[in-house]
């Protein structure tokens, strides 16, 4: 390792000088804020606390050394939540590991390729439609905990949402909802009600985690039960895991390496499949966080997943009586601050494609319960408005020289697949003019299908007697034509 790699890793590790005190501290308020989620997301997944709690430990430490983002808290909440809830009510805990470990392996190979580039073809619409969705999932995943209960539930409900909007006025020392949850489990402690406590959804750490392969059979029809799970949490997972890296790289004006990312949650959830968890993400809210209280270095992400155990472990029988209602009034807070309102003002204001596009997103994530499906419909959409936009683009003037009896066609703007019809459209192949002078001085072609198109018209111009010349073709285009239609020029 060289002065620059030695350098550079140290950065990583302590970003500033007494980074490190910053660091411990941020990473520990990370854990105090992670754990509330990890459980509330557990129970929507349908596993155990447990299962969640010791993904969320392996992930944090792995990908505090294998990750591209440094001060990133990573854990298993999230989306890939959502996507797991069904495969864990058809076939049972040992198919999610399983399918944990190949949603890992999608992310390394996914990495490694380098398919993190593919962020950049999903339009801000459809972030906002994918972040409007997982409010909306993550709300409705609360209904369930709401149906036949007693009024004292819902009363609890109230009282932790008035404490976690209400407390931040007075200090936000402490996270609101960590408090939320102190509280409303004194309350029914000093007040015995009928109301559900963790306890009653399922067991909690009481040892570190063990390795071991998910008990399942080693055949085709296990590959085919889990992979299209595997490959959606490995694609919402990535998606959200892009999204904080790209907020912590605003908030910190620093860049990261989104490829190593991919990789490194890759690893991680490998790991975490190992040791009987769930596949993970980047946490938006629990990464902002720790950002604001000062983490910006490895050691924050170290932290939060390690002091998550620590805290774990010994609290176990304190934690066993939560009551659900704190959970619930979390998750619903998670929502409300998750959805984009401003969106609602913005499809008044933006173009009314970028409205359908996001509602289209919205709507099938919703009706599918497939956050991958719905960022699918919407990148879809998005290319095809693109296209259609490009495609009114282009442009082909015509005028004639009536002295050398000359046909000037001067095209304008991309021709490409979506235009190339269009474009052919626009000349009069059965011209009777003596010569024909294509002019793309202020065109380009794209694709084979645009070079197609202008052999085709070329091609027949000189069958009815026309000298035709092309001029004006830029570099690029040039290079396909003479690749493609070398006979035209």
């Not at 703007?413 to 009777?432: C, E, H, N, W």
Request: glycine share 8%; hydrophobic share 55%; aromatic share 8%.
């Amino acid at each position: 390792m060289n002065a620059h790699s030695i350098s550079r890793y140290r950065a990583e590790w302590f970003a500033s000088p007494g980074g490190a005190r910053r660091d411990i501290f941020a990473g520990m308020v990370g854990t105090f804020a992670l754990i509330p989620e990890v459980i509330a997301f557990s129970v929507v997944a349908g596993i155990d606390p447990e299962v969640g709690l010791f993904a969320s430990f392996i992930i944090g430490i792995v990908i505090a050394f294998a990750g591209g983002r440094p001060a990133m808290i990573s854990g298993a909440a999230g989306s890939v939540a959502l996507v797991a809830a069904a495969l864990v009510h058809a076939h049972g805990l040992n198919y999610l590991l399983a399918a944990t470990l190949l949603a890992g392996l999608f992310q390394i190979v996914f990495g490694l390729v380098k398919l993190d580039v593919l962020l950049r073809f999903v339009s801000r619409s459809v972030r906002t439609g994918f972040v409007n969705a997982l409010a909306i999932l993550i709300f409705s995943a609360q209904v369930p905990q709401m149906l036949g209960v007693g009024w004292q539930t819902y009363a609890m409900i109230a009282a932790g949402l008035a404490i976690i909007y209400l407390l931040p006025r007075l200090t936000t020392a402490i996270p609101s909802p960590l408090i939320c949850i102190v509280v409303l489990t004194l309350i029914s402690a000093a007040f015995p009600m009928p109301i559900h406590t963790i306890a009653d959804l399922g067991r909690l750490p009481s040892a570190l985690p063990s390795f071991g392969f998910p008990q399942v059979p080693l055949a085709w029809e296990t590959l085919r039960i889990i992979a299209p799970y595997a490959f959606a949490m490995a694609a919402v997972g990535l998606l959200e895991s892009m999204m904080t890296a790209s907020v912590v790289d605003e908030l910190t004006e620093t860049g990261s390496s989104k490829a190593r990312e991919c990789t490194g949650l890759g690893l991680a959830n490998v790991a975490a499949g190992l040791f009987g968890g769930i596949a993970g993400c980047g946490m938006i809210g629990q990464t902002v966080g720790n950002v604001r209280y000062g983490g910006r270095g490895r050691l924050s992400t170290l932290v939060a997943g390690v002091f998550l155990l620590v805290v774990m472990v010994p609290l176990r029988p304190w934690v066993a009586q939560v009551p659900v209602a704190a959970l619930v009034a979390i998750m619903i807070m998670v929502s409300i601050s998750t959805f984009s309102w401003g969106s609602l003002a913005d499809l008044a204001r933006h173009p009314k494609v970028s409205g359908v596009v996001m509602l289209a997103t919205v709507a099938v994530t919703v009706a599918t319960h497939d956050l991958s499906a719905g960022v699918a419909v919407g990148v879809l959409l998005s290319g095809v408005f693109f296209a259609f936009k490009v495609t009114r683009l282009m442009d082909v003037a015509v005028d004639h020289d009536d002295a050398t009896d000359t046909r000037r066609y001067t095209v304008s703007g991309q021709v490409f697949f979506a235009s190339a019809d269009i474009f052919a459209d626009r000349f009069d192949l059965r011209d009777t003019a003596r010569r024909v002078r294509i002019d793309l001085t202020a065109a380009h072609l794209w694709d084979i299908t645009a070079v197609g198109a202008l052999e085709d018209v070329v091609t027949k111009l000189r069958r009815h007697g026309a000298a035709v010349e092309l001029i004006g073709l830029n570099e690029a285009s040039a290079v396909l034509v003479d690749r493609h239609a070398p006979l035209i020029r």
